[in-house]
């Protein structure tokens, strides 16, 4: 069973540009959420995919988007870059339902800097 | 939506017990996780708590009161590799969870 894996690890880029960070979610978990951490601080929810759809978005400016595949795995975008857009990036995949199935698997985060 | 608030920092020696506290909003609540998170690392996962109790794994132990909207982790026997930032987090309506700013834990020999 393979675990979340994310990719790159990091990512240098100025501002105004544009980047794309990929996540592959764990195997038998349908749902991807991503999170923004800045440093010293708690993860943020960026938005969730399940199914190929957005199931909830956290308080981010539509030039953050993703998208799912149907392999489950998942994409950000982030357009116009802004220096305040420098954090740790974190991808978790989880299944649905109650329980233990919300229990949500990290993967190791994409560092983006963005000068 | 939830506030989830935890100490910053906390201290303590090699062989000793730490206790990190949680408080929470109680409004549409799902359970609470507990996820530890090396420096430049991903958060692991360490306890979800949905009922009142506490619950025991190892040397970690959860414990949950949802009237009180309170949460801690319990470290035993700390060993120095437990120095790292200890995550709560939340589960509001759908599988959405907020976190707190964390705390980091410095274990000292």
């Known amino acids: 069973e393979t675990g979340v894996t994310q990719s790159p690890t990091h990512l240098i880029k100025t501002r105004g540009q544009q980047v794309t960070l990929r996540c592959s979610s764990q195997s038998g978990h349908n749902t991807v959420s991503w999170y923004q951490q800045a440093l010293g601080q708690g993860p943020q929810f960026i938005f969730q995919?399940?199914?190929?759809?957005?199931?909830g978005r956290g308080n981010f400016p539509p030039r953050f988007s993703g998208l799912q595949f149907p392999n489950y795995s998942s994409e950000l975008n982030v357009n116009a870059l802004e220096l305040d857009d420098s954090a740790l990036y974190l991808c978790?995949?989880?299944?649905?339902?109650?329980?233990?199935?919300?229990?949500?698997?990290f993967g190791a985060g994409t560092r983006l800097s963005v000068l | 939506g939830q506030n989830i608030d935890q100490p910053t920092e906390m201290t303590a020696t090699e062989g000793a017990i730490v206790q990190i506290n949680c408080t929470y909003q109680t409004s549409g609540f799902n359970g609470l996780f507990w996820y530890q998170q090396h420096a430049g690392e991903a958060p692991t996962f360490l306890s979800y708590?949905?009922?009142?109790g506490l619950e025991e794994k190892g040397r970690f132990s959860s414990f949950l009161s949802r009237s009180k909207g309170y949460s801690y982790l319990l470290l035993k026997e700390l060993q120095m590799k437990d120095s790292a930032s200890y995550l709560c987090a939340g589960l509001p309506a759908g599988n959405k969870l907020t976190f707190g700013g964390g705390t980091r834990v410095l274990v000292k020999p």
């Open positions: 708590n949905v009922l009142d």
């Open positions: 995919y399940y199914r190929e759809e957005e199931n």
């Open positions: 978790a995949s989880s299944e649905t339902g109650g329980g233990t199935k919300n229990i949500q698997y």
